[in-house]
T-cell receptor
Framework: SQQGEEDPQALSIQEGENATMNCSYK?????LQWYRQNSGRGLVHLILIRSNEREKHSGRLRVTLDTSKKSSSLLITASRAADTASYFC???????????FGKGTRLHILP | SAVISQKPSRDICQRGTSLTIQCQVD?????MFWYRQQPGQSLTLIATANQGSEATYESGFVIDKFPISRPNLTFSTLTVSNMSPEDSSIYLCSVEDLAGGYNEQFFGPGTRLTVL
């Protein structure tokens, strides 16, 4: 079964607002990664957060990780139309092992 | 990060035929991965391909249906054999980057396959 489970499944917000997506997982992990996919194209790697980290930033993105709750969140601040995409979390149990994807959140930014 | 290309980018195929998808990386990598993404779904790992050894397949995927080659450290192919409409999906390859000590994976642009 898949490791990660994102919520919400779909999210629509106005341009300029912040978007928050959550990912929950079931077993202990070594790392968690967030990806963006535009309209059925390839995946773009956004951020990797390690199990011993609690928060990471990259531009308008902020990722948090709470290993006690087995959850992560991705915050996109000041959203833009170009942020419209599907966002996936993927968890890695070991450092050099495969990663397992969640079901994804479809984000739609309204003009 | 590595630059990954895939060919073809899309194809429409007839039932019962086979299609080979190529994945090329601009640097040498140890592990390459092949994923399937069915319409509206998330990514499912098909197999892990290491150079010089047989690919390791995930549960539900078999070599006869999805043979994989990995002739060198920059190239791999995935063949979808004896296709049916249920094989219509996006197929993606990815490579690992262990430079940071973790399996950070980067993806190619995908191959959109439609089977009639």
């Amino acid at each position: 079964s898949q490791q990660g489970e994102e919520d919400p499944q779909a999210l629509s917000i106005q341009e300029g607002e912040n978007a928050t997506m959550n990912c929950s997982y079931k077993t202990s992990i070594n790392n968690l990664q967030w990806y963006r996919q535009n309209s059925g194209r390839g995946l773009v790697h956004l951020i990797l957060i390690r199990s011993n980290e609690r928060e990471k930033h990259s531009g308008r993105l902020r990722v948090t990780l709470d290993t006690s709750k087995k959850s992560s969140s991705l915050l996109i601040t000041a959203s833009r139309a170009a942020d419209t995409a599907s966002y996936f979390c993927a968890t890695g149990v070991n450092r050099d092992d495969k990663i397992i994807f969640g079901k994804g959140t479809r984000l739609h930014i309204l003009p | 990060s590595a630059v990954i290309s895939q060919k073809p980018s899309r194809d429409i195929c007839q039932r019962g035929t086979s299609l080979t998808i190529q994945c090329q990386v601009d640097s040498q990598v140890t592990m390459m991965f092949w994923y399937r993404q069915q319409p509206g779904q998330s990514l499912t790992l098909i197999a892990t391909a290491n150079q010089g050894s047989e690919a390791t397949y995930e549960s539900g995927f078999v070599i006869d249906k999805f043979p994989i080659s990995r002739p060198n450290l920059t190239f791999s192919t995935l063949t979808v054999s004896n296709m049916s409409p249920e094989d219509s999906s996006i197929y993606l390859c990815s490579v690992e980057d262990l430079a940071g000590g973790y399996n950070e994976q980067f993806f190619g642009p995908g191959t959109r396959l439609t089977v009639l």
